[in-house]
Structure formats: C-alpha cells, structure tokens
C-alpha cells in the first residue's frame, strides 16, 4: 500500500512539473532557423494543397468508375461480363488512387 502512494506522489509530480521544464527548455530560435522554418512551413502549405486538389480529383475518378461498374454490372448477363466489369472498376479505382501523391508531413520547429 505505501508503494501505491510512493509511486502515485512520484507521477503527481512527474506530470505536474512536465510543463514547467518544457517552458524552460525552449529557447529563441536563429534568425536562419526562424527562416529556415517559415520556408518549410510554405513548402508544407503548397504540397498539402497539391495532395488535398489530387485526393479530392482522385475522389471523383472513383465516384464515376463506381457508377460505370454499377450499370455495366446491372446491364451484364454473364458472370464473366459481371467479373469484366468489376476488374474494369478495380483496375480504374487503382489507377486513381495511384495517382494522389503521398501526404506530406508538417515541418517540426527546430
């Protein structure tokens, strides 16, 4: 029991004297890592606009290969033409999301 409370009043302080420490630590950045900086923030902005314009293009491809395989399925006979249709929308869903670059990651102040 008087380990519980040893290790409870440990983490109480541990965790209330986080934010203190932290603020401390912090110092002024230089004016080349202020530059530094704001640059990769810009970058960071124009790439996010390029990956969110291709996700959003990407999101419509599918939305019209879904709606191509869906009267191709309705309008199929076959299992083979309904099989055909559905690697047609697979091989279209693929091509579209290929096509959205990978997210970018948010510069980290140094």
């Known amino acids: 029991m008087k380990l519980r409370k040893i290790a409870a009043a440990a983490l109480a302080l541990t965790l209330m004297s986080a934010p203190f420490a932290s603020a401390?630590?912090?110092a002024k950045l230089t004016p080349e890592q202020k530059a530094a900086f704001q640059a990769a923030k810009a970058t960071f902005k124009t790439n996010?606009?390029?990956y969110r314009t291709?996700?959003?293009a990407a999101?419509?491809?599918v939305a019209t290969a879904k709606a191509t395989f869906e009267a191709a399925r309705t309008a199929a006979a076959t299992p083979e033409a309904k099989k055909a249709a559905r690697d047609a929308f697979v091989a279209a869903k693929n091509a579209a999301h290929a096509s959205v670059p990978t997210k970018p990651t948010k510069p980290v102040r140094p």
Do not use: D, L, S
Request: no cysteine; glycine share 8%; proline share 0%.
């Open 24 to 26: 401390t630590e912090t």
């Open 48 to 50: 996010i606009e390029a």
């Open 54 to 56: 291709a996700r959003e």
């Open 59 to 61: 999101k419509g491809q």
